[in-house]
């Protein structure tokens, strides 16, 4: 934590940075999203394992970008969120520096997006362990169980929409579920609207979902909603191969194909 | 009364529908129960239209297009494909019954086939049954926890 201040005390000393995107304590013992813009910020930046958000969302929003080049604190969430940002050219012209936090704590100060690229190929992308054993679970299920889980789920949902505002690859500036010509997601919260909404954000994310779980995190009746699209991702790893967020030439599964793709239901 | 199932058929201009006008000039029966929507090209066909036809109370779908390597704009029906075998995951992983989309191939010259396909279909949504848990939920409110 101190090396953290030190090296962000320094940044906004220099004058290079503008601002500094990290994490500080919030109410209820809570971690809640912290931009220093001021030296004496500087000493309510956090780190630790407790700072799991995902901060890449901050990158593109309006009122942070407009403050300036930024530094960001990044665990591996935010890291690979960056990188599918600069792939799909949103921020790849951005101008930042990266304080690339690892597990054991270590910190390591990347300046631009092949610095990014160098310091991933290192990482092996997992998903928590808690994570995986609610999809092993629901996978272990019948259809009918899953249908009956979810419509539970999908039964508290407000229609907030925090997982999209919160998610780093929900960037559009308008997004499907405000189009009300056609309205393909009704306005008020009902189960069916629901689930229609999050399988269309589920979908919308697949080949782009960096497995964050993000989303689910936000949620304030607390679905997991963040299994949809990370399931999604999986399923894609074991078709084609490929991760998300991890390097600077790879595209998106789903806009792209191969002659010989397999299936075995079209007949 | 016997449960005669809505059918609901996205089928791509070139191919599909073309073949399913020949069923009809060839004179060939089928079962009435299915709706045919007409499309560009089945890598129009987004995911939601198959979601919507099922809140509109269908109890069943096929979705159809060129084989592969034909289709009229080279590269639609290779894209529909991938998007279906990932969107099918999906429906899975949500306990959608998935036995009740039916995705097929058929050409301009397959109308014998096309005929098959809605009959089997129509036949295997007779044996499951209307989709109730699905319609079930249409009605239902949100409620608090």
């Given at each position: 934590m101190e090396k953290l201040r030190e090296i962000a005390g320094e940044l906004l000393k220099s004058n290079d940075v503008k601002v500094v995107i990290g994490y500080t304590k919030g109410m209820n013992n809570k971690v809640t999203p912290f931009f220093a813009k001021k030296q004496e910020d500087i000493a309510k930046l956090i780190c630790g394992n407790s700072c799991a958000q995902n901060l890449a969302v901050y990158l593109y929003k309006k009122d942070i970008s407009d403050l300036g080049k930024p530094a960001i604190v990044a665990n591996i969430h935010t890291l690979r969120g960056i990188m599918r940002l600069a792939v799909e050219k949103q921020i790849d012209k951005k101008e930042m520096i990266i304080l690339a936090i690892d597990n054991a704590g270590d910190i390591q100060k990347l300046d631009n997006l092949s610095d990014l690229e160098n310091y991933l190929s290192s990482v092996i992308p997992q998903l928590n362990e808690e994570d995986q054993q609610m999809l092993d679970e629901l996978n272990r299920m019948t259809p009918g169980e899953r249908m009956v889980f979810w419509k539970q789920e999908m039964k508290k949902c407000i229609k907030c929409y925090a997982c999209r505002q919160a998610c780093p690859l929900c960037y559009c500036t308008r997004c499907t579920v405000e189009e009300n010509q056609p309205q393909w997601i009704p306005v008020a919260s009902s189960v069916v609207g629901n689930l229609e909404w999050h399988m269309m954000r589920a979908m919308h994310l697949s080949?782009?979902?960096?497995?964050?779980?993000q989303c689910g995190k936000v949620c304030p009746v607390n679905i997991p909603i963040h299994l949809l699209p990370v399931r999604i991702a999986q399923e894609m790893k074991t078709l084609y191969g490929t991760s998300t967020g991890i390097s600077l030439s790879e595209k998106c599964d789903m806009s792209t194909f191969k002659p010989d793709d397999k299936e075995n239901f079209i007949g | 009364m016997e449960f005669e199932p809505k059918i609901v058929a996205f089928v791509c201009n070139w191919c599909t529908y073309a073949g399913a006008d020949l069923t009809g000039t060839g004179r060939m029966k089928y079962a009435p129960n299915v709706k045919i929507i007409r499309f560009p090209c089945t890598g129009r066909i987004d995911f939601m239209l198959l979601v919507k036809a099922f809140s509109n109370g269908a109890d069943g779908i096929i979705v159809s297009g060129c084989h592969p390597n034909d289709c009229h704009y080279t590269s639609g029906n290779f894209h529909a494909r991938r998007r279906w075998i990932v969107f099918r995951a999906l429906l899975d992983f949500m306990g959608i019954d998935i036995e009740r989309i039916t995705f097929t191939w058929v050409s301009a010259a397959e109308g014998a086939k096309w005929a098959e396909i809605v009959n089997t279909t129509v036949d295997k949504i007779k044996g499951i049954g209307p989709y109730t848990a699905y319609q079930e939920m249409i009605n239902e409110a949100w409620e608090e926890e």
């Open positions: 080949g782009r979902c960096v497995e964050c779980g | -």
